[in-house]
C-alpha cells in the first residue's frame, strides 16, 4: 500500500505537534510555515497536566519537561494581595493536578521541531488555496507561494494549523470570524527574581488578571492581561505597565519593575465567538486557534491545541494507516474534540466575568466575598475535570 501523505498548514506549536503524530503513524509529512525564520514568537506558557500528557503522546514530554520548570498552582488572590480561592497544597502527590510545567516558547517549539523531524518544513510559503476532497474520493488540494514562485501539491489529509487568522479557517468557514476580546495583554520573560518561587498565583484586579510563572531557573514569564481599545499605540508600553501595577502587591511590582524595555511585547487578544459547526470538512481537519481560539484565562489555548494534534495521529492518521475509513476515523475526531474544546472556550468566557471583566469597586467586591465562601477543594476538583484528559490509545 502506498504511504499516506498530510500537508499541515502552520508550523507552530499545533502543527509541529501534529506533524510528529503523523509521522509516528507511518504519514509521509510536509510542513507549509509562512514566516521565513521560522522562529516561534512570544514569550511563555504554562503547560498543565492535560498537555503534558499530549506530549507524552508524541514522546515529546520528558524533553519539554526538561527544558521548562516545574510549578504549583497556588490558587488567585485580588489586587490588594487578599487570596480568594486558594488551593489544597498536594505537591506531594503524583498524581495531583495542582501543576504545570512554565516553558518558554521557543524551547516548546525546539522539542516539538525535533519530535516532527522527519517531516519535510517548508518555510516562507504561503498557503492561497485548499481544495478540501472528498473523503471517500479527490483527494485535497494545496497552493502556495515561495519565492516567488506558485506551488501546488494534493494529500490524503490537509490539518490545519494555521492559528488565529487562519487562512484556510477563512476560507471554508467565513462565517465564523474573530472578535476582539476588549483586552490586550503586556507578556515578558524577565531574569529571575526571588519574588516569584515554585507556585503559580493568578491576581485579579480592576479590569485586569496577571500572572507570573518561572520557565526555568534563570527566567521567569509573567503577563498582564487588561482592558484597552483595539489597535492603540502606547509611547512607552513599560512606563505604562509599571503605572498599571503600582498599586498592586509588591510581588508584582517588582516583577514588572525588573522588565526591561526590550523584554516587553504587547498583543491586542481575539477569540472566535460564532463556533465552527464542525473540526472536517472534505480531508481537512481544524486544529488549534484555528479552530478553537479561546480567551486565556483559562490557560488551555496551547493545551487544547497539544491534544488536538496527538488527536489528529491516534485518531485520524494511525486508524487509517492500518486500514480503517477515512471519513469514520474524521468524523469520530470531531466527536470528540468539538465538544471538549468549545467546552472550554466557554468556560474561558465565564471566567472572565468573574475576573476581568469586572472594573468597579462593588462588583470585584461581591466578587470577592462569593468566592471566598467557595470550597477551595470542590473547585479544584471541578478544575482538575479539564486536565485529567489523556490520549486515547493508539490502534493496533
Avoid at 506531594?92 to 516553558?103: E, K
Avoid at 526555568?216 to 501595577?245: K, M, Q
Avoid at 463556533?275 to 481544524?286: A, D, E, I, S
Avoid at 480567551?295 to 489555548?301: H, S, V
Wanted: proline share 5%; net charge positive.
Amino acid at each position: 500500500m502506498d504511504q499516506r501523505t498530510a500537508i499541515v498548514v502552520g508550523g507552530g506549536i499545533a502543527g509541529l505537534a501534529a506533524a510528529a503524530g503523523l509521522v509516528r503513524a507511518g504519514w509521509r509529512v510536509t510542513v507549509l510555515e509562512q514566516r521565513q525564520d521560522h522562529v516561534e514568537v512570544g514569550a511563555g506558557l504554562a503547560i498543565t497536566r492535560n498537555g503534558m500528557a499530549a506530549l507524552e503522546g508524541i514522546c515529546a514530554g520528558t524533553t519539554v519537561h526538561a527544558a521548562g520548570y516545574q510549578a504549583f498552582v497556588a490558587g488567585t488572590r485580588n489586587y490588594r494581595g487578599r487570596w480568594l480561592l486558594r488551593i489544597p497544597d498536594t505537591r506531594g502527590d503524583p498524581d495531583s493536578m495542582n501543576w504545570v510545567c512554565g516553558v518558554h516558547r521557543r524551547r516548546l517549539h525546539q522539542a516539538l521541531a525535533t519530535a516532527a523531524g522527519e517531516a519535510e518544513l517548508l518555510t516562507g510559503a504561503q498557503v492561497r488555496a485548499v481544495e478540501a476532497g472528498d473523503p471517500a474520493g479527490a483527494a485535497a488540494r494545496v497552493t502556495w507561494r515561495k519565492d516567488g514562485s506558485e506551488h501546488a501539491a494534493w494529500a490524503d489529509l490537509v490539518v490545519a494549523a494555521d492559528g488565529i487568522g487562519s487562512t484556510v479557517r477563512t476560507q471554508l468557514f467565513p462565517d465564523c470570524r474573530l472578535a476582539y476580546s476588549g483586552k490586550t495583554s503586556w507578556r515578558a520573560v524577565i531574569s529571575a527574581t526571588n519574588d516569584v518561587d515554585e507556585r503559580f498565583t493568578i491576581t485579579w484586579g480592576p479590569g485586569t488578571e496577571f500572572g507570573a510563572v518561572r520557565i526555568s531557573h534563570r527566567e521567569v514569564y509573567w503577563y498582564g492581561y487588561f482592558h484597552y481599545p483595539a489597535d492603540t499605540a502606547i509611547h512607552d508600553e513599560l512606563a505604562a505597565a509599571r503605572r498599571h501595577f503600582a498599586r498592586w502587591p509588591l510581588d508584582v511590582q517588582r516583577v514588572v519593575g525588573a522588565t526591561e524595555p526590550e523584554q516587553l511585547i504587547r498583543q491586542d487578544v481575539y477569540h472566535l465567538t460564532v463556533p465552527l459547526p464542525t473540526y472536517t470538512h472534505g480531508r481537512v481537519v481544524v486544529i488549534g486557534d484555528a479552530a478553537h481560539a479561546m480567551l486565556p484565562t483559562m490557560g488551555q489555548g496551547a493545551n487544547t491545541a497539544l491534544e488536538d494534534a496527538v488527536c489528529v495521529g491516534r485518531m485520524i492518521a494511525a486508524p487509517v494507516h492500518v486500514g480503517a475509513d477515512l471519513s469514520d476515523a474524521m468524523a469520530r475526531f470531531d466527536q470528540a474534540r468539538r465538544p471538549r474544546t468549545q467546552a472550554i472556550a466557554q468556560r474561558s468566557r465565564l471566567t472572565e466575568r468573574v475576573g476581568a471583566d469586572l472594573r468597579t469597586r462593588w462588583s470585584q467586591a461581591l466578587r470577592d466575598a462569593a468566592m471566598r465562601i467557595m470550597p477551595p477543594a470542590a473547585t479544584a476538583k471541578a478544575g482538575s475535570q479539564v486536565l485529567r484528559w489523556r490520549p486515547p490509545p493508539n490502534p493496533h
